[in-house]
């Protein structure tokens, strides 16, 4: 027994160190798949998606065409959501308003064919910021986060894309000091698949919260001078194969250790983890002839942001090259 069992480690021990030396790419059709020659130098540029090794972009091509047609096919757009309780009824309830303004406001919203009915009380001046703001907040169960006391942190311009952000309406407001949650402030809606992203790419929980519209944007336009990273986006890709090319081709070009994919309400946002360095991509899925929101179509124009003069609409003119 005691020489069956020393045998039995000995094995164990060979194929331990065997399995370090040669490594086991997670792609079966991989042509260097636990061969000692040469995929252990091959080990020093692999490239780890989910959880798995894989010794090159290559080998991990089908997997992630797969991901990225799941994806594509997978994902329903969230919709704007009814809520049980109208604001209208709210602003009554909070006495902010009163039932003639309430009937006021719904027959402006009804001529008009459209509009966000917090829009027009405040068109009619019968609200302020702040009360539209904190009834938002218990309508869509969410504390109010008192932006105008808080300055942008130097470390939030690189820790989501500025595009999402733009795109969702939402800033970073408030990270607690181990990384596992992060606070998110909207103005305009709650966009639940920008959450769940975020938990899925950053591993941490995330947290909804709201302030007004006006101080949102403020400090989106704050979060843009301060910025000092510049994604890649592409806003006419959408080809499962093409943005999978894409995406080889990029983490071999930073020979990137490890590469994420999530999705949102209006991009797949990529991210490549290199030398300790995070570097970002992103593909836009809503084509740019979506069409606008009623608030868009009755106060003020699109509120999508526009891409800077460095990004073309098909990619960017300075795109990455190895780091």
């Given at each position: 027994m005691d020489d069956d069992s020393t045998d039995f480690e000995a094995t164990a021990s060979r194929e331990k160190w065997w399995a370090l030396l040669a490594g086991s790419c997670a792609a079966a059709q991989c042509p260097y798949r636990k061969k000692l020659w040469p995929a252990w130098f091959r080990k020093l540029r692999g490239v780890r998606f989910e959880g798995r090794w894989y010794c090159e972009a290559e080998c991990l091509r089908p997997l992630l065409e797969f991901r990225m047609l799941h994806l594509l096919s997978g994902f329903v757009v969230q919709k704007t959501r009814s809520h049980r309780l109208p604001l209208g009824l709210l602003l009554v309830?909070?006495?902010?308003?009163?039932?003639?303004?309430?009937?006021?406001?719904?027959?402006?919203?009804?001529?008009?064919?459209?509009?966000?009915?917090?829009?027009?009380?405040?068109?009619?001046?019968?609200?302020n910021e702040q009360q539209l703001t904190a009834a938002l907040g218990q309508?869509?169960?969410?504390?109010?986060?008192?932006?105008?006391?808080?300055?942008?942190?130097?470390?939030?311009?690189?820790?989501?894309?500025?595009?999402?952000?733009?795109?969702?309406?939402?800033?970073?407001?408030?990270?607690?000091?181990?990384?596992?949650?992060?606070?998110?402030?909207?103005?305009?809606?709650?966009?639940?698949?920008?959450?769940?992203?975020?938990?899925?790419?950053?591993?941490?929980?995330?947290?909804a919260c709201v302030a007004s519209e006006a101080k949102i944007d403020s400090f989106l336009g704050q979060l843009r001078r301060h910025a000092q990273k510049i994604e890649t986006c592409f806003d006419t890709v959408r080809d499962p194969r093409e943005m999978t090319w894409v995406i080889c081709n990029y983490a071999t070009q930073l020979r990137a250790a490890r590469v994420a994919v999530v999705r949102t309400n209006a991009h797949v946002w990529v991210r490549f983890y290199c030398r300790n360095v995070a570097r970002d991509l992103l593909f836009r899925i809503l084509p740019e002839s979506t069409p606008a929101s009623p608030h868009q179509r009755f106060f003020g124009g699109a509120k999508a942001f526009s891409l800077p003069a460095d990004r073309k609409r098909d990619g960017v003119a300075n795109a990455p090259g190895p780091l």
């Open positions: 309830n909070r006495g902010a308003i009163s039932a003639e303004q309430l009937r006021e406001g719904l027959r402006k919203q009804r001529d008009a064919g459209g509009g966000r009915l917090g829009d027009w009380f405040r068109q009619m001046g019968t609200v309508q869509w169960g969410c504390p109010v986060f008192p932006l105008e006391q808080q300055a942008p942190h130097p470390l939030w311009s690189g820790l989501l894309p500025l595009p999402l952000l733009e795109s969702a309406r939402a800033v970073p407001v408030h990270a607690s000091l181990d990384g596992r949650v992060l606070h998110l402030c909207f103005g305009d809606h709650l966009d639940h698949p920008l959450l769940y992203a975020v938990e899925l790419m950053l591993g941490c929980r995330t947290v």
